[in-house]
């Protein structure tokens, strides 16, 4: 592929019909216009883009299934049999993804058919909440990787009072999840401090902090009169006590706990900050240009410390969850589960925006607890959910390829939009 | 902490008054001060009776050299002095607001660690030359990585994707090498596999300008699951045939293998290691003294001014990140061919992101950038050999503490580093 030919490749898409003004599109009809957009939008692309990607893992599930390579082997007598092998290694994948994520159509009545949903919700609950914490950082410029060193510690603290302090129902809940939050806050607040005080990159200094936090959290694990159980001798801390345990939102049956109700809130609290917030107009400020925001009076350095702030509590929030809701019995050092950076690629699918981050979290809920039903019933390892999950974010990021994949029109609207936002990038580039 | 604090004189004997700005930056002497009550504490309030032994020679070495006895108390307390003159060297030096050299800080940096290793080793031995021989091993795939980072970001595309790079040639090169039992042929296949992940960052964000950092951290993820992916579904069941590569053997340089020290540390890797030293020398040659490393430096500074005078930006992107690519990947064989023999899930371990703290340590720039890389495998390679010959400190303790140096580092050295001034910045010709 030679690149040569890439700017001229994209021109088309971007500029406009010679003698076509922008925004005098008169001529169009109202319909051929909403049709238009419609086909072209961001909407209609981002369901193209999980469809892309389902299909690509379909193809990775058919290559690597052994009936489809048996019936390779006589293709040429009877390939029937060859199209039939890829068609139920696949179908049996996704049908049961669907029914490990959304609804069971064997089991007998509505509340058991329904339980995978609150699976998914139940996955989605700590992916939710630290997404919003790696967008709101996003939204101040920051990159915050650091979502597995905060999620541990907040894991720590949480437990640590959850199961070690005897308070009364409620209270302690409360407490706990203070807790965890202080302490993911406290982790985010060290990169942050640094970076506004002496400008130490944030990426290099929460990766560090990860390590550190996961070997503090390892250490504390063993040590008997901190985490560690008292009589065991694994690294795991004894249960939570059951008046800080995370109540089931719908009774035993489901393991939908209090902690989705924290995400949502903690979605309104994000919109409200980002969206009506003086302090989240100054992140905005600060993530889009920190010199024009100094300028303007604000105090960068101070943004960067609150953002970190906020960012490490929101991801703490995770940390809390999965110890005080998913897994009550006792925690281990693995507690943060990788969501420290599958939040990331749910910030990103969810463009930072609170609304977004939550679709985008309830998504990859339902893939993960769709992938281990498809791991228990198909024996297709749960890592194809990464695939399809950094395939969707790929190919929402990237609309062109998605229009040009499936030869879409480009909004009229659209691309006006985007060739003025490219010269306005050029700006910032000739600068 | 970083105040900079201005005063002016104004000499009103001399016609003209200059003002002459004072700047004194108090965070080396901190940081500095902060480690010599570090050492203080370990040293002189927690301190060990005994004798360690710095073992410098290995037994099949030609020329052997005695080992160095140090008494454990003796040599501690007297670091422990010497480091707190430095940090009052330091202070003073600011406080007449001249910078701390960095040869104080390496000397301290040295000494510390003298230090720490006669304390935490009291009463045994140290092998210094297998200390540092496992550290270059640790430090290859990372240093590659870095390589790969610093090239990549210096022409202008942010390059978070080592991780999935060092994972993809690790996974392609333990395939193709057990498939062909050539382990050549598995470092040709780690350096194209690298390439095709750079392949999709470059056309991601230099043809469809989607946010580098978004296609770096998103490519990682899809690394990750496709291998981890083909690795349950075809490697474990198959591992005779596709995940046994065979590995490279150590190939003694002769004449050089025997300077003492050096020579073991050095000249006594496999090929991997070799190639490893000319890529290093090899880029920085490349990035500073031709004229590809002053265009490719040019487009990732200043784009527009590069277009201006006909160099091609896309295309230059493309093929250096392509080759950025390359030699991480190379780096990513490493770890099936070079060390542990055969591919496993996610085995990279966030070497990636190591390396690309590696880079950001060492400010862009190779050799700093390979350095940095080396701090951070000797740390992980210390903690492993003080835990065989037993220390005091808890070993997750060992282990978290090159992370901290490197906070420390980056918070009190390093300060505010600064990137390519177009990294990370689509470059669309208008």
Same mark, same amino acid.
């Given at each position: 592929m030679s690149d040569a030919q890439i700017p001229a490749k994209g021109q088309p898409e971007i500029a406009l019909a010679p003698g076509q003004i922008p925004g005098a599109q008169e001529p169009e009809t109202r319909t051929s216009q909403f049709m238009r957009d419609l086909l072209g939008g961001n909407a209609m692309i981002s369901v193209l883009a999980v469809i892309l990607a389902l299909v690509a893992g379909a193809v990775l599930i058919a290559v690597t299934d052994e009936d489809v390579h048996a019936s390779l082997g006589y293709f040429f007598s009877r390939p029937a049999d060859f199209f039939v092998a890829i068609w139920e290694s696949v179908s049996g994948a996704y049908v049961s993804l669907f029914q490990g994520s959304i609804y069971n159509f064997r089991r007998p009545t509505f509340a058991d058919g329904i339980r995978p949903l609150t699976e998914t919700l139940t996955f989605a609950t700590p992916l939710i909440a630290a997404g919003l914490g790696v967008a709101v950082a996003f939204r101040a410029g920051?990159?915050?990787?650091?979502?597995?060193?905060?999620?541990?510690?907040?894991?720590?603290?949480?437990?640590?009072?959850?199961?070690?302090?005897?308070?009364?129902?409620?209270?302690?809940?409360?407490v706990a999840v203070i807790a965890g939050m202080l302490a993911g806050a406290l982790w985010g607040g060290i990169a942050g401090l640094l970076k506004a005080r002496t400008g130490a990159h944030e990426v290099i200094v929460t990766i560090m902090l990860n390590y550190v936090g996961f070997y503090l959290i390892s250490f504390l694990l063993r040590t008997p009169g901190a985490l560690q159980a008292p009589g065991s001798s694994n690294p795991k801390s004894p249960a939570i006590l059951p008046t800080a345990v995370f109540p089931e939102l719908f009774g035993p049956k489901y393991n939908l706990h209090l902690g989705f109700v924290f995400a949502i809130l903690a979605t309104i609290f994000v919109w409200y900050l980002i969206n009506r917030s003086n302090l989240g107009f100054q992140f905005k400020a600060v993530g889009e240009n920190p010199n024009a925001a100094r300028v303007a009076g604000m105090n960068v350095k101070n943004v960067y410390l609150v953002a970190?702030?906020?960012?490490?509590?929101?991801?703490?929030?995770?940390?809390?969850?999965?110890?005080l809701g998913t897994v009550t019995t006792g925690f281990t050092q693995g507690i943060d589960a990788g969501i420290g950076f599958d939040a990331i690629t749910v910030a990103l699918l969810g463009r930072s925006r609170p609304i977004g981050v939550f679709v985008a979290g309830v998504l990859f809920g339902a893939l993960k607890a769709g992938g281990y039903s498809m791991q228990a019933a198909q024996g297709i390892p749960i890592d194809i959910v990464l695939v399809v999950q950094s395939l969707i974010v790929l190919f929402i990021a990237a609309p062109p390829l998605v229009r040009a994949i499936f030869r879409l029109p480009v909004p009229g609207h659209t691309g006006v939009a985007r060739a003025a936002a490219l010269t306005g990038k050029k700006a910032v580039v000739t600068k | 902490m970083s105040n900079a604090t201005a005063s002016t004189t104004a000499s009103f004997s001399a016609p003209i008054a200059l003002e002459t700005a004072v700047v004194r930056n108090w965070k080396p002497p901190i940081a500095l001060g902060i480690f010599a009550v570090l050492g203080l504490v370990l040293f002189v309030f927690a301190g060990r009776e005994g004798t360690t032994t710095f073992r410098l020679s290995t037994d099949s070495d030609l020329i052997q050299l005695p080992a160095i006895p140090a008494a454990v108390a003796g040599v501690t307390i007297t670091i422990s002095?010497?480091? /707190?003159?430095? #940090?009052?060297?330091? =202070?003073?030096? #600011?406080?007449?607001?001249?910078? =701390?050299?960095?040869?104080?800080?390496?000397?301290? #940096?040295?000494?510390?660690?003298v230090g720490f290793l006669t304390w935490a080793a009291a009463g045994e031995t140290i092998p210094i030359p297998g200390l540092l021989v496992g550290t270059v091993g640790l430090s290859a795939p990372l240093i590659f990585g870095a390589l790969g980072g610093v090239l990549s970001e210096r022409v202008g595309v942010v390059n978070v994707a080592i991780e999935g790079q060092l994972l993809a040639g690790a996974f392609t090169s333990a395939v193709v090498a057990s498939i062909t039992q050539q382990p050549i042929a598995g470092i040709f296949a780690a350096i194209i596999a690298?390439?095709?992940?750079? /392949?999709?960052?470059? #056309?991601?964000?230099?043809?469809?300008?989607?946010?580098q950092v978004i296609v770096g951290v998103v490519l990682n993820v899809l690394v990750t699951g496709l291998t981890s992916f083909l690795f349950s579904k075809l490697l474990s069941p198959n591992a005779e045939l596709l995940n046994s590569p065979p590995r490279f053997p150590r190939l003694p340089i002769p004449l050089l293998s025997e300077i003492p020290i050096l020579g073991p540390v050095l000249f006594r890797q496999t090929i991997i290691i070799y190639i490893m030293y000319i890529a290093v020398a090899a880029v920085w040659y490349a990035l500073f003294k031709t004229k590809w490393g002053l265009r490719l430096r040019s487009v990732g500074e200043h784009p527009q001014a590069a277009d201006t005078v006909g160099i091609n930006v896309n295309r230059t992107r493309f093929w250096n990140v392509s080759l950025a690519g390359a030699i991480a990947g190379l780096g990513g064989a490493f770890f099936t061919l070079g060390s542990v023999g055969a591919f496993n899930k996610e085995m990279t371990a966030g070497a990636g992101f190591i390396a690309l703290a590696a880079v950001i340590f060492g400010r862009w720039d190779p050799i700093k950038a390979t350095l940095a890389a080396l701090l951070f495998g000797f740390a992980s390679n210390l903690q492993s050999v003080l835990s065989i010959i037993g220390s005091p400190v808890p070993s997750e303790f060992m282990l978290m503490l090159p992370y901290v140096v490197t906070i420390f580092a980056v918070a009190g050295l390093v300060g505010v580093s600064k990137g390519p001034a177009a990294s990370g910045k689509p470059y669309v010709k208008g």
């Open positions: 920051l990159f915050n990787i650091g979502g597995r060193g905060q999620m541990l510690v907040a894991a720590g603290a949480a437990g640590y009072v959850g199961f070690a302090w005897e308070l009364p129902f409620g209270i302690h809940l409360i970190m702030l906020i960012s490490g509590a929101l991801i703490g929030l995770a940390g809390t969850a999965q110890v | 002095v010497v480091l /707190f003159l430095i #940090a009052a060297a330091s =202070t003073a030096l #600011a406080v007449r607001a001249i910078r =701390t050299p960095l040869w104080l800080i390496a000397v301290y #940096a040295v000494l510390f660690l690298g390439v095709l992940v750079s /392949f999709v960052l470059a #056309a991601f964000s230099i043809k469809y300008l989607v946010d």
